[in-house]
Nanobody, 122 residues
Framework: VQLQAYGGGLVQAGGSLRLSCAAS????????MGWFRQAPGEEREFLAAIRWSNGMTYYADFVKGRFTISRDNAKNTVYLQMNSLKPEDTAIYYC????????????????WGQGTLVTVSS
């Protein structure tokens, strides 16, 4: 099983980025895919999740209206569109897969990508 996250980079405050997470190695049809992030010295925090099977989504309150999670089943890829980025969004962003209904805790996810760094300059 492999999850590969990419799409991070340096962006100015107010800008946008789209992260991608390509999944391979097994069928994830019954799984949820989640995006988390971790800033230096901080705990890993949940951002958003989506179910492969029906596209149902769930967001952390602080990203609602700014971040959008989506999936492309044909490409086995999950996306996180991030708009109106702020310097406090600077972190390493991780995608994860878990046999969970819509997990918001990192321990509900079994498989993790390597992370992609997002830096938002002021």
């Amino acid at each position: 099983v492999q999850l590969q996250a990419y799409g991070g980079g340096l962006v100015q405050a107010g800008g946008s980025l789209r992260l991608s997470c390509a999944a391979s190695g097994r069928a994830f049809s019954s799984y949820a895919m989640g995006w988390f992030r971790q800033a230096p010295g901080e705990e890993r925090e949940f951002l958003a999740a989506i179910r492969w099977s029906n596209g149902m989504t769930y967001y952390a309150d602080f990203v609602k209206g700014r971040f959008t999670i989506s999936r492309d089943n044909a490409k086995n890829t999950v996306y996180l569109q991030m708009n109106s980025l702020k310097p406090e969004d600077t972190a390493i962003y991780y995608c994860a897969a878990g046999d969970t209904l819509m997990g918001t805790s990192y321990d509900e996810y079994e498989y993790w990508g390597q992370g992609t760094l997002v830096t938002v300059s002021s």
